[in-house]
């Protein structure tokens, strides 16, 4: 693989994790913009490594790949693809640093597998990420996979990378499968549309040949956004909203009040990343496809303070949001981890995931119920493996994670 | 003790701990389960690198989890080494059985254990075939995307081991793309399910390292799979160019205006003549190169697509379009295409099938090189390929009676390798590592790359007994050299085809 973050850059990154080694009792934080520190549990560290500087390019415009320094913004990243019609099919939602909106760094990006809508279509990050440069806790400097979309050699340690919350190495390059940028976009919003009707218009929308790029529900409506070039752009978005009126009057539940548009553009897609990306405390929940309702379901009988769901249709991911501005009182914080304790140990084992939360420690606690103890016990070993003092976002996965088996 | 006696010792307890456990196995399954007779061993004595042979001592064909678990902890109490297959269809040897070793064979776990439409996932065990499960999905309109070409034959759990693709790979991604969830047996005979039904899960996302893992870190026993949905429209043409270039700079084209075809084949001059003598398929032989173009999807977007595939095979220079008007003419361009490396025979008696990546961008620049390398040799190389993903497949003929052609070509063949590896591509896109390219793998990968891989080896397998041997150099794999590609009986029947 093309390494494109230099020499140097790299020797200091090595220096850095040998100066946190030898105070490892306090463990290191690696961050990049910081946009993305909510990621998980709270963090112990004596120091920080930054990441910022890790900067490279190299773009391959007749093979769609990219690989680039971690440190690279995300919004750069998509503004110097934008002359070749390119993109990475990512759409994080928009956090705040300082103030300001962020879309974060591309490692900050891969260690918390922060994909937004466009995974309807294009998958999660793992699905985007071909090939890696790391350093790990010993300070080993190592690359998996290739520059090259199509390859089967070796173990996929990048994608496992992916979403590991930054605890198992530092990510200095990756590379990325591109896309091309679509000339035409258009949303088809169902309003007035409960979440298990969502689920079932969803369901059947995905079983015909459309391609929808995104698909999810949010504040009692339904959006769809369809990307291509052209007018057969336009004439699959008229396809997608024909389909989905002759569906809603076929839904038991159906009410005069549900509505079909068509908007051009991508106007609420932006609004859904900036919500996605508020201060709010998130739980991510993650179930079949086009079962959000189900949690749903549960959120009813478990949940109190009430959480607002978004639902990625399609994927199965549901992210339970709380105003954290609205949990002021300590009983109240306390009533909303014992929910999710309840919630956890109500969802069946096998269908429901927590995944990386946003909401730290108020909401997730420290015990672990949805992984059998074979799983944890190879997390933990990889995890030892690739940083055995355990100096990497100490306490960010959770306490179940960094016990020597 | 000498060195020698110390050898016989060592040897003759290997043998008393393996008629141990073929007894133990033998009062835990049916016997007629657990093969010891070599004359039965002989037939799993290879996958489908049949140049690389050894005869097991113990082949269990198992039929549950359970009994994957059983035989697991068997062979850890006797410290015995095991290797698992599926079909057998693979590409490198890595389902090679040890000699004297263990085989677990699950190709008789063949039960589809769900399907759910609605939710666009099935549950599968690992002996399922692959076009089997797309055969029970199509009522509801679906099917499972990754279409390796041995997909009527080949396992399902294989596919996991291997990572495996198929021509239509390049749009809808490779088999790690398509699971969910894996239950998987690990090299201590404990299970654990690594993924579940949605795209995400909590913790380390180990599925990603078990997909492709070529067995090495525990046998799968169960899948869940992403279902698709089957596309309702399909265009496919062929265009016949003058030069590979020409061709070559047409595939480029073609990814570069924002079309990402199903597939995206190429074919040579050589390898045009070898499909049209073995199909009658309707490819022009006198063409310098040919490009065999499919899109599908949706109505609207497969028009548009296929009007900007014509127009750049047009402006790319080429000399003729056929389209597919129906799916018999479909069809037919296929078979042409499926046939190519059993047709290769038709031009030499020997040829060894090389597997390597490069990126689209230097597609036309690596063929000239491979033509000039080639000629270096004095060997002839047919070229028939997956295009759109820079997944080369050169066909290096030889002649076994001719004395030293067979060593040029295996010269010539590894030479290829490092030219993709110079590149910037892979030693392998599909076929996998297994024994075939242990030793290639130095070339792509430095030690630290290597040592880091080897540490998730041991977390899984600590005691090396699952696979050992595969995927890695090691100094007796190092020691030896690949041998000439000879067709499986299910090649020379026609029931597959080596892509």
Redesign the interface.
């Known amino acids: 693989?093309?390494e494109v973050v230099d020499s140097q850059a790299i020797e200091e990154l090595k220096g850095r994790v040998f100066d946190a080694r030898e105070s490892a009792p306090r463990g290191v934080a690696i961050v990049g913009h910081g946009s993305r520190r909510s990621c998980g549990r709270a963090v112990e560290a004596g120091s920080t490594i930054s990441t910022a500087g890790l900067l490279g390019w190299s773009h391959?415009?007749?093979?769609?790949?990219l690989i680039v320094g971690a440190g690279e913004s995300i919004s750069s990243v998509q503004e110097r693809l934008l002359p070749h019609?390119q993109r990475l099919s990512v759409d994080p939602p928009l956090r705040t640093v300082s103030g300001r909106p962020d879309l974060g760094t591309v490692g900050g990006l891969v260690a918390t597998?922060d994909q937004g809508s466009l995974?309807y279509r294009y998958?999660?990050v793992?699905?985007l990420v071909i090939g890696a440069r790391y350093v790990?806790g010993d300070g080993?400097?190592?690359?998996?996979g290739?520059?090259?979309?199509?390859?089967?050699?070796?173990?996929?340690?990048a994608?496992?990378l992916?979403?590991?919350l930054g605890t198992?190495a530092i990510l200095t390059d990756v590379a990325f499968r591109l896309?091309?940028?679509p000339s035409e976009t258009f949303e088809i919003v169902v309003d007035n549309l409960s979440l298990a009707a969502a689920c079932h218009l969803g369901?059947r929308l995905?079983?015909?040949?459309?391609?929808l790029s995104a698909l999810y529900h949010w504040d009692s409506s339904m959006v769809g956004r369809v990307e291509?070039?052209?007018?057969?752009?336009r004439?699959?978005a008229e396809?997608v909203a024909r389909s989905l009126e002759v569906d809603l009057n076929d839904l038991p539940d159906g009410d005069g009040s549900v509505r079909v548009a068509i908007r051009s553009g991508d106007e609420l897609s932006q609004r859904f990343a900036l919500v996605c990306g508020g201060d709010d405390l998130v739980l991510?929940v993650?179930?079949?496809?086009?079962?959000a309702h189900q949690v749903e379901k549960l959120v009813e009988a478990w949940c109190e303070p009430r959480p607002s769901l978004v639902s990625f249709l399609?994927?199965?991911?549901v992210d339970l949001r709380w105003d954290e501005r609205s949990l002021v009182d300590g009983w109240e914080r306390t009533s909303l981890g014992e929910s999710v304790r309840h919630l956890r140990s109500a969802f069946p084992s096998?269908?429901?995931?927590?995944?990386?939360t946003w909401a730290r420690d108020v909401v997730v606690g420290d015990e672990?119920v949805?992984?059998?103890p074979?799983?944890?016990a190879?997390?933990r070993?990889?995890?030892a493996?690739?940083d055995p003092e355990f100096i990497f976002e100490r306490g960010r996965?959770g306490a179940w994670?960094e016990l020597k088996s | 003790m000498g060195a020698v006696q110390e050898q016989q010792t060592i040897r003759s307890d290997r043998v008393r701990s393996l008629a141990r456990f073929q007894a133990d196995l033998k009062s835990l399954l049916p016997p007629e389960r657990v093969l010891t007779d070599p004359a039965e061993l002989g037939a799993y004595s290879c996958d489908g690198l049949v140049s690389y042979r050894a005869r097991p001592a113990t082949v269990v064909l198992v039929e549950s989890r359970d009994e994957i678990v059983h035989t697991i902890r068997l062979a850890n109490r006797y410290g015995l080494a095991f290797v698992a297959r599926g079909s057998g269809t693979g590409l490198s040897g890595g389902a090679l059985p040890l000699e004297d070793g263990i085989l677990i064979v699950t190709s008789k776990m063949r039960r589809i254990l769900e399907v759910?439409?609605?939710?666009?996932?099935a549950v599968v065990e690992p002996g399922v075939i692959n076009s089997d499960l797309s055969r029970a999905v199509e009522p509801?309109?679906?099917y499972y995307a990754p279409d390796p070409s041995s997909q009527i034959v080949c396992s399902l759990g294989g596919n996991v081991a291997?990572?495996s693709?198929g021509a239509h790979?390049l749009k809808y991604?490779?088999t790690?793309?398509h699971v969910l969830g894996v239950e998987v047996v690990?090299p201590n005979g404990?299970?654990?399910?690594?993924g579940?039904?949605?795209?995400?899960?909590?913790?380390?996302?180990?599925r990603?390292?078990l997909?492709?893992?070529e067995g090495t870190l525990g046998i799968v026993s169960k899948i869940i799979l992403r279902l698709s949905?089957?596309?309702?429209?399909v265009r496919t043409l062929v265009a016949d160019f003058d030069s590979v270039r020409a061709a070559g700079d047409t595939v480029?084209a073609i990814?570069?205006a924002?079309?990402?075809p199903a597939a995206l084949e190429m074919f040579d001059t050589l390898a045009l003549v070898a499909c049209e003598a073995a199909t009658n398929a309707g490819y022009d032989p006198t063409a310098a190169a040919a490009l065999l173009v499919e899109v599908d999807?949706?109505i609207?977007?497969v028009?548009?697509s296929y009007a900007i595939v014509v127009e750049l095979c047009r402006q790319g220079g080429a000399r003729a379009l056929r389209q597919a008007h129906d799916e018999h003419e479909r069809s037919l361009m296929w078979r042409g295409r499926k046939a190519a490396f059993a047709a290769a025979g038709r031009l030499a008696n020997g040829y060894i099938v090389q597997d390597g990546?490069?990126?689209?961008?230097v597609l036309s620049a690596v063929l000239d090189e491979v033509a000039e390398l080639a000629g270096r040799h004095g060997l002839r190389v047919a070229n028939v390929f997956?295009a759109g993903?820079?997944?080369l497949h050169p066909l290096v003929l030889f002649d076994p009676a001719t004395p030293g052609d067979h060593a040029r070509a295996e010269r010539l063949a590894t030479e290829i390798l490092e030219l993709c590896v110079e590149h910037?591509?892979?030693?392998?896109?599909?076929?996998?590592?297994g024994v075939e390219?242990a030793c290639v793998?130095l070339s792509?990968?430095?030690e630290?790359?290597?040592?880091?891989?080897h540490?998730?080896?041991?977390?899984?397998d600590p005691n090396d007994l699952c696979n050992p041997g595969k995927?890695y150099p090691t100094p007796r794999l190092c020691g030896e050299r690949p041998g000439v590609y000879r067709p499986t009986e299910l090649e020379r029947k026609g029931v597959i085809e080596r892509w």
């Open positions: 693989m093309i391959a415009p007749e093979d769609m790949t019609r597998a995974r998958g999660g793992r699905e790990t080993v400097v190592a690359h998996s290739s520059q090259v979309i199509k390859n089967v050699a070796g173990y996929e340690i994608k496992v992916v979403g590991s198992l896309h091309p940028l369901s995905a079983r015909q040949s459309v391609s291509g070039e052209g007018l057969a752009t004439k699959l396809r991510r993650a179930c079949r496809s086009f079962e399609g994927s199965g991911i096998q269908w429901w995931r927590q995944v990386p672990i949805s992984l059998d074979n799983a944890v190879l997390m070993s990889f995890k493996a690739l996965m994670y | 759910d439409p609605e939710n666009l996932c509801f309109g679906l291997e990572n693709g790979c991604g490779f790690t793309n690990l404990e299970v654990t399910l690594l579940g039904y949605a795209s995400e899960s909590e913790g380390l996302d180990l990603a390292a997909v492709g893992s949905v089957r596309p309702e429209a480029s990814i570069a924002g079309v990402v999807g949706a609207e977007e028009e548009a990546v490069v990126p689209r961008r997956h993903d820079g997944n910037g591509g892979s030693i392998t896109g599909e076929h996998g590592v390219k793998m792509m990968f430095t630290s790359d290597l040592a880091v891989m540490r998730l080896r041991g977390v899984f995927a």
